[in-house]
Nanobody, 123 residues
Framework: QVQLVESGGGLVQAGGSLRVSCAASGRAFSRYAMGWFRQAPGKEREFVATISWSGASTSYANSVKGRFTISRDNAKNTVYLQMTSLKPEDTAVYYC????????????????WGQGTQVTVSS
């Protein structure tokens, strides 16, 4: 029912900034909590950030807190992840996900996933 498409990934130097976007299909976007996850080669997919359906509540992984900001524009069916002060360890494929229940940091609670967008941070 819901299709998610990430965009905005690319190559950036350490200390730089990048914003990735996730465009969602359908007319029920505003009722989905959203999350961002990332996966580096040979590593587990890990939680990055999440936002409630209204945008009033957010939560971040400790590794990105203070550097990344998640936001959403329900009128545009889009969720964003603004990344600043990027580090080489931020290099990964970034995935957008949608939950029919609540925002959170676990993969199991997200029903829909995008295809991912590559973010590479050089030292």
């Amino acid at each position: 029912q819901v299709q998610l498409v990430e965009s905005g990934g690319g190559l950036v130097q350490a200390g730089g900034s990048l914003r990735v976007s996730c465009a969602a299909s359908g007319r029920a976007f505003s009722r989905y909590a959203m999350g961002w996850f990332r996966q580096a080669p040979g590593k587990e997919r890990e939680f990055v950030a999440t936002i409630s359906w209204s945008g009033a509540s957010t939560s971040y992984a400790n590794s990105v807190k203070g550097r990344f900001t998640i936001s959403r524009d329900n009128a545009k069916n889009t969720v964003y992840l603004q990344m600043t002060s990027l580090k080489p360890e931020d290099t990964a494929v970034y995935y957008c996900a949608a939950s029919e229940t609540t925002y959170g940091m676990t993969r199991a609670q997200y029903k829909y996933w995008g295809q991912g967008t590559q973010v590479t941070v050089s030292s």
